[in-house]
């Protein structure tokens, strides 16, 4: 079955700590996106790449990281200066626009960072 | 400055009844629009979209309305079901892939 992987579901982290979360997809998606939630404030959205070896940050990018090196993966990296790292991350993939009609998003099951 | 709003947090609705969420936007670069319903600890899953350049879309129980002159939109839920509990999430795509989500809206239907 197609789909997004991520990885790791639960993830503790101590201050000054980088972290990367993994977002691996097997539908042959070309454009890739992170967001995080917190209670409240809905999507937002971190980073997203079109295409291999080429990615544009979001709204909130500021310390954050990531790459798109293969179609089918692009990893985040919290980095240490994330005042407020704590949330739900989703990544998602969808084809890219251009098409007849919206591409939607398919979404992976999320990844919960806590930092202690 | 959030350019995909929904005020209402929250919405409580009768089995049976319909449900109105809204949506309104700030930016007329966004070529589609689409609802996600999503379940707590889970990703969104789509449910309905629109083409910027129409005014509705429906599809069974679910109808999106657009009024461009206003930068609103609206999911209806007709009839609504205790299933239909979830949070609502209207997203707003441009035409170079970036793709824009407001706050939710907390949908509770009352059996």
Redesign the interface.
């Known amino acids: 079955d197609g789909g ?1 992987t991520q990885s790791p579901k639960y993830l503790f982290r101590k201050e000054g700590q980088n972290v990367t979360l993994s977002c691996e997809q097997n539908l042959n998606h070309d ?1 890739m ?1 992170w ?1 995080r939630q917190d209670p ?6 971190i980073y ?1 790449s ?1 295409i291999v070896n080429d990615f ?1 940050k ?2 909130i990018a500021e310390g954050y990281s990531v790459s798109r090196e293969k179609k089918e993966s692009f990893p985040l990296t919290v980095t240490s200066a994330q005042k407020n790292p704590t949330a ?1 991350y ?1 990544c ?1 993939s ?1 084809q ?3 098409g007849a ?5 398919t ?4 990844s ?1 960072l806590t930092v202690l | 400055d959030q350019q995909v709003k ?1 005020n209402s ?1 929250s919405l409580s609705v009768q089995e049976g009844r319909i449900s109105i969420l809204n949506c309104d936007y700030t930016n007329s670069m966004f ?4 609802w ?1 319903k999503k379940y707590p ?6 449910l309905i ?3 910027s350049i129409k005014d509705k879309n429906e599809d069974g129980r679910f109808t999106v309305f657009l009024n461009k002159s206003a930068k609103h939109l609206s999911l209806h839920i007709v009839p609504s079901q205790p299933g239909d509990s979830a949070v609502y ?1 209207c ?1 707003a ?12 809206t907390s949908l509770s239907v009352i059996p």
């Open positions: 997004i454009a996106y967001y409240g404030q809905g999507l937002r959205l997203y079109q544009q979001g709204d739900f989703l998602a969808k890219r626009s251009g009609g919206a591409n939607v998003l979404f992976g099951a999320g919960r | 929904q947090p070529d589609y629009f689409l996600y600890a889970e990703g969104p899953t789509f979209s629109i083409s999430f997203a795509e441009t035409s170079y892939d970036k793709v824009i989500f407001g706050p939710g």
